[in-house]
């Protein structure tokens, strides 16, 4: 079959290629997709470009992708829940990272059936993003209706996913974006949009209960200006807290480096009795099946910005890395 491979670190139009490689097999748990459409995040960018080494070594070659929509092709011998010829989609684990790839495994544990008024190109980009999201409002943040938040860049995939599912809990939705993409966040459903182009959100005081960091560095910082006491802030781009650091099972000194560097993170946040945390997603196979019945019904929307075919895979990525994508990036393997 044929699979996008990172070959080395270093840019991405010399370090990414596809090539030739064996199927995989499957465990008696897990289930063999042929892929139908894929969908980039930013970190398999970051990934490329050695963001994260210092903290996990990569073996090369090595696939690229978590996103996943497509048809069973074959189930474990103790997978109950699904069968050959099924639609689905899932965020695979990352010990099976490669989903720009014609066949992907996932854990039977990751995988959500998909109905079918939805086609591949919209599944695929819900996965990683829908996750993200979900885990983030409701796992972490428990948003309440009526609460005050603000998702930091609307207009992308996870902002545009995290405004609609906020609007579906009941919260005030207030959001960043540049003046190109008023009208989208406007169309999701956000109840105050601030153009950054033109409007500063820290203008607006401290009058937030949650805020959802989706560009760290200094706006993860700035978030406790305009949080109100006692709120929460999540970031999924800023300063690592300490049970992520666990999480990614990192050595004592790592996390050492990683406390210092998010102490001036936590000292804004104990200052006015707010809470911190970092989210690093997961997988979740019942989580997704629960995000897939909000889209079936309509509740929330996909957002589409491009569809790259599979030999324009890496072209896809380039896009995605320049930061101005509308939504989700997907790449179709089956017209
Ligand atoms: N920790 C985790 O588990 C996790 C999971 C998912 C994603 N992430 C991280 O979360 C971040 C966002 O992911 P994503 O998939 O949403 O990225 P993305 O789709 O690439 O985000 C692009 C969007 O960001 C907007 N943007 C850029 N700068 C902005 C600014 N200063 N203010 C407001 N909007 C801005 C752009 O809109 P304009 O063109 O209008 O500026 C664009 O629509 C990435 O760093 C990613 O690695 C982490």
Redesign the pocket.
């Known amino acids: 079959m044929k699979s996008l491979m990172i070959t080395k670190y270093g840019e991405l139009s010399t370090s990414l290629e596809i090539q030739e490689v064996p199927i995989p097999t499957i465990a008696p748990n897990q289930i063999l997709i042929k892929t139908h459409a894929s969908s980039f995040?930013?970190?398999d960018y970051?990934i490329v470009r050695g963001d994260f080494k210092a903290m996990r070594k990569i073996q090369f070659p090595k696939g690229i992708g978590r996103d996943v929509s497509g048809v069973i092709e074959q189930v474990g011998e103790k997978v109950e829940k699904f069968k050959a010829g099924e639609k689905v989609c899932s965020r695979i684990d990352e010990s099976l990272v490669g989903t720009m790839a014609d066949y992907v495994i996932s854990n039977a544990d990751d995988v959500s059936l998909v109905p079918s008024n939805l086609t591949h190109e919209e599944i695929a980009g819900i996965p990683?993003?829908g996750l993200?999201s979900y885990?983030a409002l409701i796992d972490v943040a428990k948003l309440l209706p009526g609460e005050n938040i603000l998702i930091?860049?609307?207009?992308?995939?996870?902002?545009?996913i995290a405004i609609q599912l906020a609007k579906h809990l009941g919260a005030k939705v207030t959001?960043?974006?540049?003046?190109?993409?008023i009208g989208l966040v406007q169309k999701l459903g956000a109840d105050n949009i601030i153009d950054?182009?033109k409007q500063s959100y820290l203008d607006e005081g401290p009058k937030f209960d949650v805020v959802f960091d989706?560009?760290?560095g200094k706006?993860t910082l700035d978030s406790f200006k305009i949080l109100k006491k006692g709120g929460r802030v999540i970031?999924?781009?800023g300063d690592v807290d300490n049970i992520?650091t666990k999480q990614l099972g990192l050595n004592r000194i790592i996390r050492f480096l990683l406390r210092l560097k998010a102490k001036r993170v936590t000292n804004a946040a104990s200052k006015i009795g707010a809470r911190y945390r970092?989210?690093?997603?997961?997988p979740n196979g019942d989580q997704l099946k629960k995000l897939v019945k909000l889209y079936e019904s309509g509740l929330i929307k996909p957002v589409i910005?491009k569809a790259y075919k599979f030999d324009e895979s890496i072209q896809a990525l380039e896009y995605?890395?320049?930061?101005?994508?509308?939504?989700?990036?997907i790449v179709k393997f089956i017209e």
């Open positions: 995040n930013p970190l970051k990683l993003a993200t885990q930091h860049a609307g207009a992308g995939g996870v902002g545009s959001t960043t974006t540049s003046t190109k993409n950054y182009t989706t560009l760290g706006y970031s999924i781009a992520t970092f989210l690093l997603m997961s910005d995605l890395s320049k930061g101005r994508a509308k939504g989700k990036v």
